[in-house]
C-alpha cells in the first residue's frame, strides 16, 4: 500500500510535524483490512519488573488504540491496567506511547504492528497506568486562575475574540500529558527548573488572557523555567488537540516573560537586541552579554569555540552587521510594539 | 481502613458535585469529594457541547424566554418535572450562573467584534470556547476552583456503600482508592450523592467507563425511593465506528453562528431528519430526531445499531468549523469533510428518573441523604441545572446543619463492606472476568430494553437478568490479586451494581403502561395523560419493591391532550 502524505502549502516551519502526523489520515484510517489482524506488544509492569505481552487483535473498522486495548482486556488478559475515561478526547486520561509516539489511545487509528509503552517522565503505577500527581502539582502550583486588576463589569463583560485567540487555543488543552512525555528538557529531569509544554498550556489560557492581571501572570511565570525551553516542536507534533503549543502558548508566555520578568530573559532579550543591531545571531556578543566576564573563567571552552570558528572576536568587536540589519530591525521591532 | 471526617461527603466531581461542594466551602462548612473518576474530567458533564441561555439574556426576546422553560418542560421532561423548580432553576441562571461562571474567566465565544456568538432560533445557546467541547473547559475551570478552595478530594476512588450512623441516618461512605488498594470510611453529617445522569448499562451507552450506576445502586440498599426510573433517553446520532466513539455525537443542534445543522439520512439514501425542516423551532432535536428514526427502522430503512447516517454535506466547511469542533471527528477517521458522511447509530444517553428528592431540598427519603444533578430523579439535564442542584443542595444542608447530628458511624457496617469488597478481589482465577459480565449485561439491556420495549422483552430480560444474577455474578473470577489499579476488580463492583439497577430499571418499564416522548412501548403506543403523567415512584418494601403513583402540578404548560399516539407527539 502506497502512503500519500499531504503537505499543504500551509505547511511551513512552524508547522513542523504536523507533515508527519497527517501522514495523511486517510492512509492511517486504511492500513489495516477488516477480517485481519493486528499485532499489538503492550509493556507490562508491576513493581519494578517490567515485560512486553504479545496480542493479536482482529481488526474492526476505524479501530481505535483503545478499542485495541479493550478487546485484550475482555479477552485475552482481563488484569491489563489502563486508564481511560471518555473515550471520545474530553478527558485526556488514556495518553500512552504507540511506536515510540505519545496519542490519545482514543483517537488514534491502530497500526498493524504496535508496541504501546506507558508515557515518559511520570512514575508507572500498573501496566499502562503513569502517576498524574507530578503534572498536577506542578499545574496547581502555578495558580492557573484569573486575578482580575479591576472589579467584572457584568455579563457580557467586553472582550473579543482577538484578544483571547491565544488563550482560546490553549483552552483546547484536555491534559492529556502528551507533551509532556514528548518534552526532551522534562526528560533531563531534575536538571532544569522546567515546568513543561502542558502546565504551560494550562498555565497560558489564563496567562493569556487579558482580563488577567500583569502581576498575577508574573508571579505564575516565575514558576515556570519557561526559558529553558528549547523550541523543538516536539510537544506540538503529538498534541492530539492540534494546539499549536510552540508558536501559540509558549512563545506569547515567552514574550510575557521578558516584559514582567526582564531578569530571567536575559539571554533571549540580549539574542533578540543582538539580532535587531546585526541581522544575525553573533555566538560571541551573546555570550558576553549573557555571562559578562565570568566567560572568562570557562577559557577552555572559549578557546574550543575559537577553534571551531562558533565565535569571531572581530565581528564581535566591530559589531559587524549584516545586510540582514534592517529587515532584523523591522521585523523586531514590529513584534516589539505588538 | 483510614477515617476521614467531614461536614458534608460528596460523592460525585461533576458540575453538581463540584458546585454543591464550592457553594458549601463559601459558607464555611468542610466539604469533600469522592470522585471514582478525577474531579471535572470524569462523568457527563464534560459532554456539554453548548450552553442554553435562559430568561432574557443576551437579548433573548420574551418568547423566547418562555421556549426555553417551554423546552425544559415539555422536550426533555415530558412534563415529568415541577414546574416550580424549573421556573427558579432558570432565574438563577438567568441572574447568577452566567455573570459568576464569567467572573471567574469563563470564556463565552466572541466573535472579533466582541460580540457572544449565539445559535439562533427560538432557544439560543452559546459556547465555552467552542461548541461541542464546552464541557471541557467549564469542568476544568471547576477542577481548578475546587483545587483553589482547597476543598480535599479522594480521586480515583469509588464509593461501595453509604454507612449510616448511631442514630440511624446516613452518616459516611465506605470508598476504595482502586489506585492504591487502600479502604477509607468518610464520616460526615451528610453525604450528598451526585454520580451523573448516565450510565453504561446499554451495549452503546454515552455514560463514561466509570459510571455503573453506583448512586442508584447505593441508595437503593441503603433504602432511598427512587423515581421514573424507565424514563431514559437516547442520542440518535452518535458515530456507529469505533466503539470507544459511541459517545461521539454528530450534534443535530442548532449551530453557532450557522443557520444550518447536521442532517440524517436512511439507508436508502433519503433525508429524514434536518432540524431546519423537521424541527424548525429547535426545540427539542433528540426526541424529534428519535422518533423520526423509529420511524425509519420500521420501514427497514435504519437500524438502531447503524446503517443510517449523518453529517454536513449541506454546509461549508468553514460555517461548521469556525465556531464548533464537529469537523474533527470526520477528519480523524480520514473522511473529507463536509462532503462525506458518518454512519450512526443510537446510544443510550441520559436518565430522567433517579433517587427521589424534595427539589426545594434536594433531600432524599432518607435523613442524612441527598441527591443533586443528574442521580436526582426530578429533571433531565443540561449542565445548567446540574449546577443549579448543587446550589440548592448546598443552601438546604447550610440551613438545615444543626440538626444534623454528628454521631460515630457503625463500625459492623464498615467491616462487613469491607469484607464484601476484599471478597470479589479474592475470587479464584479460572471463571467469568467481570468485564465479559458487563458486557453481557449490556447486551442484554440493548436487545431487550432498547428504544422499543414491550412486556415480552422486558418480562424475557428479567429471566436474563436472574440468570446473569444467578450463574454469572458467582462464577466471576478475578486473574490479578493485585489491590493496585487492579481495574478488574474495579469491574466485578460495578457489575453487581448494575445488575442491581438494571432489574428497577426493567420493572419501572414494566411499571409505565403508556409510552412518552423517549420512553416507547410498542404494547401501550400511546401517551396517557389521564392515567401516567405522574412519577412512576419506587419504593423498597422488605427485600421487594412496590410502586406508588404521584401526580404533577402543571401551573405553566401542559399537554392539552388526554391520549394520542406517542410517534404524532412533537415531544
Given at each position: 500500500m502506497t502512503l500519500q502524505i499531504q503537505i499543504s502549502p500551509r505547511d511551513g516551519a512552524s508547522r513542523i510535524g504536523q507533515a508527519e502526523r497527517n501522514d495523511s489520515l486517510v492512509a492511517r484510517n486504511s492500513r489495516v483490512e477488516p477480517g485481519t489482524n493486528i499485532v499489538v506488544r503492550i509493556r507490562r509492569q508491576e513493581h519494578d519488573t517490567g515485560h512486553y505481552d504479545t496480542f493479536s487483535v482482529p481488526y474492526r473498522k476505524?479501530?481505535?488504540v483503545l478499542d485495541a486495548l479493550e478487546w485484550i482486556a475482555e479477552n485475552k488478559a482481563p488484569d491489563l491496567a489502563y486508564r481511560w475515561i471518555c473515550g471520545s478526547k474530553m478527558c485526556g486520561t488514556c495518553a500512552v506511547r504507540m511506536n515510540g509516539r505519545e496519542v490519545l489511545a482514543c483517537w488514534e487509528a491502530v497500526e498493524p504492528e504496535m508496541t504501546i509503552e506507558p508515557l515518559r517522565n511520570l512514575p508507572v503505577i500498573r501496566d499502562l497506568v503513569v502517576d498524574r500527581r507530578p503534572f498536577e502539582d506542578r499545574v496547581a502550583g502555578l495558580e492557573p486562575w484569573i486575578e482580575r486588576p479591576s472589579a467584572y463589569a457584568g455579563f457580557p463583560e467586553p472582550l473579543s475574540h482577538k484578544q483571547m485567540k491565544d488563550a482560546s487555543k490553549a483552552l483546547d488543552c484536555i491534559g492529556c500529558m502528551c507533551c509532556y512525555s514528548a518534552c526532551p528538557v522534562i526528560g533531563l529531569g531534575s536538571l532544569t527548573d522546567f515546568a513543561g509544554p502542558a502546565p504551560l498550556v494550562q498555565l497560558g489560557q489564563t496567562a493569556l488572557d487579558p482580563r488577567n492581571s500583569p502581576a498575577k501572570i508574573a508571579r505564575s511565570l516565575a514558576l515556570t523555567g519557561i526559558f529553558n525551553c528549547v523550541s523543538?516542536?516536539?510537544?506540538?507534533?503529538?498534541?492530539?488537540?492540534?494546539?499549536?503549543?510552540?508558536?501559540?502558548?509558549i512563545e506569547p508566555l515567552k514574550a510575557k516573560a521578558a516584559l514582567l520578568l526582564p531578569e530571567r530573559a536575559?539571554?533571549?532579550?540580549?539574542?533578540?537586541?543582538?539580532?535587531?543591531?546585526?541581522?544575525?545571531?553573533?555566538?560571541?556578543a551573546l555570550i558576553l552579554s549573557v555571562q559578562g566576564l565570568r566567560a572568562l573563567l570557562r577559557l577552555p571552552r572559549i578557546i574550543r569555540l575559537l577553534l571551531r570558528g562558533k565565535i569571531s572576536p572581530l565581528r564581535t568587536i566591530f559589531r559587524i552587521k549584516t545586510a540582514a540589519t534592517e529587515p532584523a530591525r523591522r521585523l523586531l521591532g514590529r513584534e516589539a510594539s505588538q | 481502613m483510614r477515617t476521614v471526617t467531614a461536614d458534608v461527603a460528596i460523592v460525585g466531581g461533576g458540575a453538581a458535585g463540584c458546585y454543591a461542594a464550592l457553594s458549601l466551602q463559601k459558607c464555611g462548612f468542610k466539604p469533600l469529594i469522592i470522585c471514582k473518576g478525577l474531579v471535572g474530567k470524569s462523568g457527563a458533564s464534560l459532554f456539554a457541547g453548548n450552553l442554553v441561555i435562559s430568561g432574557r439574556l443576551l437579548g433573548n426576546s420574551e418568547t423566547q424566554a418562555r421556549n426555553t422553560a417551554e423546552f425544559l418542560i415539555?422536550?426533555?421532561?415530558?412534563?415529568?418535572?415541577?414546574?416550580?423548580w424549573a421556573r427558579r432553576c432558570g432565574a438563577w441562571i438567568e441572574q447568577v450562573y452566567y455573570p459568576e461562571l464569567e467572573e471567574l474567566g469563563l470564556y463565552f465565544r466572541r466573535d472579533d467584534a466582541g460580540n457572544i456568538v449565539t445559535s439562533p432560533g427560538a432557544i439560543r445557546s452559546i459556547a465555552a470556547n467552542i461548541q461541542g467541547n464546552s464541557g471541557v473547559p467549564f469542568m476544568d475551570l471547576r477542577r481548578k476552583q475546587v483545587i483553589r478552595a482547597g476543598i480535599p478530594r479522594l480521586e480515583e476512588t469509588v464509593a461501595t456503600a453509604l454507612v449510616r450512623n448511631s442514630a440511624g441516618n446516613i452518616g459516611g461512605v465506605f470508598c476504595l482508592n482502586y489506585m492504591t488498594g487502600e479502604y477509607v470510611v468518610v464520616r460526615a453529617r451528610a453525604v450528598v450523592l451526585a454520580t451523573g445522569y448516565s450510565d453504561r448499562l446499554h451495549q452503546r451507552s454515552t455514560g463514561t467507563r466509570e459510571m455503573s450506576a453506583d448512586g442508584l445502586a447505593m441508595a437503593w440498599r441503603a433504602g432511598a425511593t427512587l423515581v421514573n426510573m424507565e424514563m431514559q433517553w437516547w442520542h440518535t446520532n452518535d458515530i456507529a465506528d469505533p466503539p470507544c466513539w459511541q459517545r461521539m455525537q454528530v450534534y443535530p443542534n442548532p449551530m453557532l453562528g450557522s443557520e444550518k445543522s447536521a442532517r440524517m439520512i436512511n439507508s436508502a439514501g433519503e433525508e429524514f431528519f434536518n432540524q431546519q425542516n423537521d424541527d424548525p423551532l429547535a426545540f427539542g432535536p433528540y426526541t424529534v430526531q428519535l422518533k423520526a428514526l423509529v420511524k425509519q427502522v420500521r420501514a427497514g430503512k435504519a437500524?438502531?445499531?447503524?446503517?443510517?447516517?449523518?453529517g454536513f454535506d449541506h454546509c461549508d466547511a468553514k460555517e461548521v468549523e469556525t465556531y464548533t469542533t464537529y469537523g474533527?471527528?470526520?477528519?480523524?477517521?480520514?473522511?473529507?469533510?463536509?462532503?462525506?458522511?458518518v454512519e450512526t447509530a443510537v446510544t443510550s444517553h441520559y436518565r430522567q428518573g433517579g433517587i427521589d428528592v424534595d427539589p426545594a431540598t434536594m433531600r432524599s427519603s432518607i435523613p442524612g441523604l441527598y441527591a443533586a444533578g443528574g442521580v436526582s430523579g426530578h429533571s433531565n439535564g443540561l449542565i445548567g441545572l446540574a449546577t443549579y442542584d448543587g446550589k440548592v443542595v448546598a443552601d438546604a444542608i447550610a440551613a438545615e446543619f444543626g440538626s444534623l447530628v454528628d454521631r460515630p458511624i457503625s463500625d459492623t457496617e464498615c467491616e462487613t463492606e469491607m469484607r464484601r469488597v476484599e471478597a470479589l478481589r479474592n475470587r479464584p482465577d479460572g471463571g467469568i472476568s467481570p468485564l465479559k459480565v458487563k458486557q453481557k449485561l449490556r447486551k442484554l439491556m440493548w436487545d431487550k430494553v432498547g428504544v422499543e420495549k414491550n412486556a415480552t422483552g422486558l418480562n424475557s430480560a428479567l429471566d436474563d437478568l436472574e440468570e446473569i444474577r444467578l450463574d454469572a455474578l458467582p462464577s466471576m473470577a478475578i486473574a490479578s490479586k493485585s489491590a493496585v489499579a487492579n481495574y478488574e476488580w474495579l469491574d466485578a463492583l460495578d457489575v453487581v451494581n448494575m445488575v442491581e439497577v438494571c432489574e428497577l430499571i426493567i420493572y419501572s418499564s414494566l411499571e409505565r403502561k403508556e409510552s412518552r416522548g423517549p420512553f416507547i412501548r410498542t404494547d401501550f403506543p400511546a401517551i396517557d395523560n389521564k392515567n401516567w403523567l405522574v412519577a412512576n415512584v419506587l419504593k423498597k418494601s422488605g427485600n421487594g419493591m412496590r410502586f406508588e403513583q404521584r401526580p404533577y402540578q402543571l401551573p405553566y404548560f401542559s399537554p392539552g391532550f388526554d391520549l394520542r399516539d406517542n410517534l404524532q407527539v412533537a415531544w
Open positions: 476505524w479501530m481505535r523543538c516542536y516536539k510537544c506540538e507534533e503529538v498534541c492530539p488537540a492540534a494546539i499549536p503549543i510552540v508558536s501559540r502558548v536575559r539571554h533571549a532579550r540580549a539574542m533578540r537586541r543582538i539580532v535587531a543591531e546585526r541581522g544575525r545571531v553573533d555566538p560571541g | 415539555k422536550y426533555h421532561n415530558q412534563f415529568l418535572i415541577d414546574q416550580e437500524r438502531y445499531d447503524g446503517s443510517y447516517y449523518a474533527k471527528a470526520f477528519r480523524q477517521l480520514g473522511l473529507r469533510f463536509p462532503e462525506q458522511l
